[in-house]
């Protein structure tokens, strides 16, 4: 047999290939990254397990140099590196907020501080940290095509100086127990910004446990599952769906297991009779036991509270009295268990007309509109992954009309 050309050898290449696909190349060479961990090393911190690399796919983000067991420390970074509302306090900027009025809200008090450091240059103490951040995001609200302005802000604290600092602390801060400062307002000050530990990407499929351990005086995070070497490293930012993640964070997680289309009250009633006379007072049951909003079509299909609603809603008149059983997850009848089922296939299936309209609508767009290519490639991708959903809700909805018939 020519060598190479045997089934050993072809395992072989297949597992270099998957390889190759998930490994990063290293960016701890690149000067700002030097800088970071000299930065770093002087407060106290230097790290073992990780490493700065860029990832096909996610950009870039954090490679693991050795490999991690559950509930191994992945990071324990000192107080001292965080960036927090103590911070801006004790800085030069510490005595102009606290004396502002009306107060600052904590979030607020941090955008500040880092507009204030980014214009302080070579001379802010935070230099080696803001190198890294990202001189723009992908975040919604920051890729506003127009601007808010009629007229340029020619200022340090300018319109686009606020939306980056915000869209920073936005999407990188890390949660702290709240505290209560004087000099700020009354929300809750929770954020605190953690060079390094901010480069880790975010994965629905991972879990962490992560927390400011008040012993260590250390933002410390513990991986809940392995991580082989050379492979990135993950958090979770929370169990959101890809509208939150875009909004909020400014990308799509492809095949997140909580991705999801949300159904609004009028398009429940659009497929319902018009002649329902008490259909006013079925609305009004289920906006009172909060069953009028996050109803939707996920992974496994329409959700049971997206059916319970529909099952109220379908309730004929002889049958309105046993609302209360409905809400419980009761069977009321077959008539009732059918049309609920018939009018969620509906729904569905209006859903992926729409959806498809708006990805040919985005298609044409992106021709059209070379200077937005990036927003609408991340709509593209939200609305295509919304597809993918709908199209598996609506076999499983013809699957369970099959079996019910």
């Given at each position: 047999m020519q060598k190479?050309?045997?089934?050993?050898?072809?395992?072989?290449?297949?597992?270099?290939?998957?390889?190759?696909?998930?490994?990063?190349?290293?960016?701890?060479?690149?000067p700002e990254f030097i800088e970071l961990k000299r930065w770093l090393k002087d407060r106290k911190f230097e790290d073992t397990n990780l490493t700065p690399a860029r990832f096909p796919g996610t950009g870039r983000g954090l490679m693991s140099k050795t490999s991690l067991e559950v509930g191994q420390m992945i990071i324990s970074l000192p107080e001292s590196c965080l960036l927090t509302t103590d911070t801006v306090i004790r800085s030069y900027l510490g005595a102009y907020i606290t004396k502002w009025k009306p107060p600052l809200s904590p979030l607020l008090a941090l955008c500040t501080f880092l507009v204030s450091e980014k214009h302080a240059g070579d001379?802010?103490?935070?230099?080696?940290?803001?190198?890294?951040?990202?001189?723009?995001?992908?975040c919604p609200v920051y890729l506003e095509p127009?601007?808010?302005f009629s007229e340029a802000v020619e200022s340090i604290f300018s319109y686009s100086a606020l939306l980056w600092a915000w869209c920073t602390v936005n999407t990188r801060a890390v949660y702290m127990r709240p505290r209560r400062r004087e000099g700020f307002s009354?929300?809750?000050?929770?954020?605190?910004?953690?060079?390094?530990?901010?480069?880790?990407?975010?994965?629905?499929?991972?879990?962490?446990?992560?927390?400011?351990?008040?012993e260590t005086r250390c933002y410390e995070i513990r991986?809940?599952?392995?991580?082989?070497?050379?492979?990135?490293?993950?958090?979770?930012?929370?169990?959101?769906?890809?509208?939150?993640?875009?909004?909020?964070?400014?990308?799509?997680?492809?095949?997140?297991?909580?991705?999801?289309?949300?159904?609004?009250?009028?398009?429940?009633?659009?497929?319902?009779?018009?002649?329902?006379?008490?259909?006013?007072?079925?609305?009004?049951?289920?906006?009172?036991?909060?069953?009028?909003?996050?109803?939707?079509?996920?992974?496994d299909g329409p959700s049971w509270r997206l059916l319970t609603a529909l099952k109220l809603l379908c309730l004929e008149a002889e049958e309105?009295?046993?609302?209360?059983?409905?809400?419980l997850g009761e069977v009321i009848s077959d008539t009732n268990e059918k049309t609920s089922l018939e009018i969620?296939?509906?729904?569905?299936?209006?859903?992926?007309?729409?959806?498809?309209?708006?990805?040919?609508?985005?298609?044409?767009?992106?021709?059209?509109?070379?200077?937005?290519?990036?927003?609408?490639?991340?709509?593209?991708t939200l609305w295509a992954e919304e597809l993918k959903i709908l199209q598996v809700s609506a076999e499983i909805?013809?699957?369970?009309?099959?079996?019910?018939a």
């Open positions: 190479g050309r045997g089934r050993t050898s072809r395992i072989r290449r297949r597992k270099l290939f998957r390889s190759s696909e998930s490994r990063g190349v290293n960016e701890s060479h690149k001379q802010s103490l935070w230099k080696p940290y803001l190198e890294i951040l990202p001189k723009a995001y992908t127009k601007p808010l009354t929300e809750p000050d929770t954020y605190a910004l953690a060079p390094f530990l901010d480069l880790l990407n975010h994965s629905p499929r991972v879990q962490v446990k992560a927390a400011f351990n008040e991986t809940a599952s392995r991580c082989r070497k050379h492979e990135e490293v993950f958090i979770c930012y929370g169990p959101h769906d890809n509208q939150r993640l875009l909004l909020e964070y400014g990308f799509v997680s492809v095949c997140n297991p909580h991705a999801c289309v949300y159904v609004s009250r009028d398009t429940l009633v659009k497929y319902l009779p018009s002649t329902d006379k008490q259909m006013n007072k079925k609305i009004s049951i289920l906006k009172d036991h909060g069953f009028i909003e996050n109803l939707t079509f996920g992974w309105f009295t046993c609302w209360k059983k409905v809400l969620s296939q509906k729904i569905c299936c209006y859903f992926i007309e729409e959806t498809n309209a708006m990805l040919q609508k985005v298609s044409h767009m992106k021709d059209e509109e070379a200077a937005l290519i990036n927003q609408l490639t991340l709509v593209e909805l013809n699957n369970l009309r099959t079996a019910f």
